[in-house]
Nanobody, 124 residues
Framework: QVQLVESGGGSVQAGGSLRLSCAAS????????MGWFRQAPGKEREGVAR????????YYADSVKGRFTISQDNAKNTLYLQMNSLQPEDTAMYYC?????????????????WGKGTLVTISS
């Protein structure tokens, strides 16, 4: 059973940076994708960034492109999200998720496993 545990959230001022981590255990899949999603109060969950294990390709939502970077440390079984130039609109609960196989991670509906989330709060 795959378990995902996020950490690294917190409260920072606008313009600041945070690095989120997602520790994965039980992941024995060779083909999978992982993504970071976020959900702000009163809004739907949205994809922020995703990583494909087969190709190493990464993709970003337009709203975070150039500011966020997704990466994976295979040795530590950990997925990261480096977030720079944070803005109040980035305030949300951030979730890590994994989908087995060679499928897209662009939608939250297809993901197989989820972490419990880590809260990011950006003040102006």
């Amino acid at each position: 059973q795959v378990q995902l545990v996020e950490s690294g959230g917190g409260s920072v001022q606008a313009g600041g940076s945070l690095r989120l981590s997602c520790a994965a255990s039980g992941n024995t899949f060779t083909s999978y994708c992982m993504g970071w999603f976020r959900q702000a109060p009163g809004k739907e969950r949205e994809g922020v960034a995703r990583f494909y294990a087969d190709t190493g390709n990464t993709y970003y939502a337009d709203s975070v492109k150039g500011r966020f970077t997704i990466s994976q440390d295979n040795a530590k079984n950990t997925l990261y999200l480096q977030m720079n130039s944070l803005q109040p609109e980035d305030t949300a609960m951030y979730y890590c998720a994994l989908r087995r196989g060679r499928y897209s991670c662009d939608s939250s509906y297809g993901m197989d496993y989820w972490g419990k989330g880590t809260l990011v709060t950006i003040s102006s």
